[in-house]
Each structure stands twice: as structure tokens, then as C-alpha cells.
């Protein structure tokens, strides 16, 4: 089951291209520009995605203020490639994993770069009390760089019970980094664990960024 974000302008020309494909169910909403990937992920479907026992979420990773959009076409392609495949069947290999080990929470793709809280560590401790998490440590982190990953949302359950509205997502435009969404992306890997459940990562010889 496909479920799609997109504007309004946008949606009729989704929906072709989803009419063309097979073997599919596919529900299309229509969103206002605000919260990114994320409040569609959190709001727009978080009461669809629940009823699933593992769900995939990607999306079309703009990164409109990098100014080496070569850099973010590659980027782009090293997400899709260790998320959804094309060289190899990732979903295929990663759904496997998931049926394999009932305590593995969360996947994402390996990133060759270590990162840390950067300007968000004051957004993620705030929404970390909220979501009553432990302290949350200081140093560099493993997290799904880019927010596309596989989860089951049992080991997400904390988020999906806060209700997220709309309003709780900063307005457009937003800076590079330093908003509750980049401290979101951050926490994924402390929800889980908070849970109960492990994380992995994809690697794939050859395809990086």
C-alpha cells in the first residue's frame, strides 16, 4: 500500500502516474507546505501506518539550499538505492530482516559521515521530555541522515501518540538546519530504543554518497 503526499497543484499528474502501476493500493492527500516529509508522515497518515506491521518511508529529498545539486543527486540516489533498491532488492532484503529478528526496530541506510546534534540538540532535548526520553547524549550520532528509513511502528509508537497537528511544524521557509524537524530526524534512533527495540543500517560496496 502506497500512501502519498503531495500539493495540490501536484495531485492529478500523482495520480497518473500511480493509475500506470500494478499490484498496488494507493491513497493520495493532499497537504499543506508545512512540516516536510515529516508531518505527512506524522499527521497525514500516522493512524493508516499503525495498522501495518512494517512500514517504508521515503520521499523526494529536495535539499533546495545546497548549492551543489550534483552532490544532492547523489545523495539522493544513495538513498533510494540502500531504502528501496534498484542495483539490489532492498525492500525485498530488508522486509527479511524485519520477519527474521522481532526486536529489530528500525533500518536506514549507512551514511560514510559522522554527524552530531549540529544546531538542534536544544529542539530534540525539548521534544525528548516530551516524549519522556532519557537524557540524550552529546556526542556524534547514527541516525537516518536524509529521513528515509523502515521501522515497525510499535518501535515508534511514542511519536505516533503525540497527535501532531500542522501547527506544531515550523513555517516555511526553514533554514539549513537548527528546527524541530532536524531534531526529529535525530531522536528516531532514541524513540527506538526507548521502546525496546535495535536499529540497523544498509550497506551497499560501491553506491555512496
Given at each position: 500500500?502506497?500512501?502519498?503526499s503531495?500539493?495540490?497543484?501536484?495531485?492529478?499528474?500523482?495520480?497518473?502516474?500511480?493509475?500506470?502501476?500494478?499490484?498496488?493500493?494507493?491513497?493520495?492527500?493532499?497537504?499543506?507546505?508545512?512540516?516536510?516529509?515529516m508531518?505527512s508522515?506524522?499527521?497525514?497518515?500516522?493512524?493508516?501506518?499503525?495498522?501495518?506491521?512494517?512500514?517504508?518511508?521515503?520521499?523526494?529529498?529536495?535539499?533546495?539550499?545546497?548549492s551543489?545539486?550534483?552532490?544532492?543527486?547523489?545523495?539522493?540516489?544513495?538513498?533510494?538505492?540502500?531504502?528501496?533498491?534498484?542495483?539490489?532488492?532492498?525492500?525485498?532484503?530488508?522486509?527479511?530482516?524485519?520477519?527474521?529478528?522481532?526486536?529489530?526496530?528500525?533500518?536506514?541506510?549507512?551514511?560514510?559521515?559522522?554527524?552530531?546534534?549540529?544546531?538542534?540538540?536544544?529542539?530534540?532535548?525539548?521534544?525528548?521530555?516530551?516524549?519522556?526520553?532519557?537524557?540524550?547524549?552529546?556526542?556524534?550520532?547514527?541516525?537516518?541522515?536524509?529521513?528515509?528509513?523502515?521501522?515497525?511502528?510499535?518501535?515508534?509508537?511514542?511519536?505516533?501518540?503525540?497527535?501532531?497537528?500542522?501547527?506544531?511544524?515550523?513555517?516555511?521557509?526553514?533554514?539549513?538546519?537548527?528546527?524541530?524537524?532536524?531534531?526529529?530526524e535525530?531522536?528516531?534512533?532514541?524513540?527506538?530504543?526507548?521502546?525496546?527495540?535495535?536499529?540497523?543500517?544498509?550497506?551497499?560496496?560501491?553506491?555512496?554518497?
Open positions: 500500500t502506497l500512501f502519498i503531495t500539493s495540490a497543484h501536484c495531485a492529478p499528474e500523482v495520480e497518473v502516474l500511480l493509475d500506470e502501476l500494478t499490484g498496488y493500493t494507493y491513497s493520495i492527500h493532499v497537504v499543506p507546505n508545512r512540516g516536510r516529509d508531518g508522515f506524522l499527521t497525514a497518515f500516522s493512524h493508516e501506518l499503525q495498522q501495518y506491521d512494517i512500514i517504508g518511508h521515503v520521499h523526494t529529498k529536495k535539499s533546495a539550499l545546497l551543489d545539486q550534483v552532490f544532492v543527486k547523489k545523495w539522493v540516489d544513495h538513498l533510494g538505492e540502500h531504502s528501496v533498491g534498484g542495483q539490489y532488492p532492498m525492500i525485498d532484503f530488508i522486509a527479511s530482516q524485519f520477519q527474521q529478528n522481532p526486536l529489530l526496530g528500525l533500518v536506514f541506510p549507512e551514511d560514510p559521515h559522522i554527524l552530531g546534534w549540529g544546531d538542534n540538540k536544544t529542539h530534540a532535548d525539548q521534544l525528548a521530555r516530551q516524549l519522556q526520553i532519557d537524557a540524550l547524549p552529546n556526542f556524534p550520532l547514527n541516525f537516518p541522515v536524509g529521513m528515509m528509513f523502515w521501522a515497525r511502528p510499535q518501535a515508534l509508537r511514542v511519536l505516533f501518540d503525540q497527535q501532531w497537528s500542522w501547527e506544531h511544524y515550523p513555517e516555511e521557509p526553514l533554514p539549513y538546519d537548527g528546527t524541530r524537524l532536524h531534531a526529529l535525530r531522536l528516531l534512533p532514541f524513540v527506538v530504543k526507548h521502546h525496546g527495540f535495535s536499529q540497523a543500517v544498509t550497506y551497499l560496496p560501491g553506491v555512496n554518497r
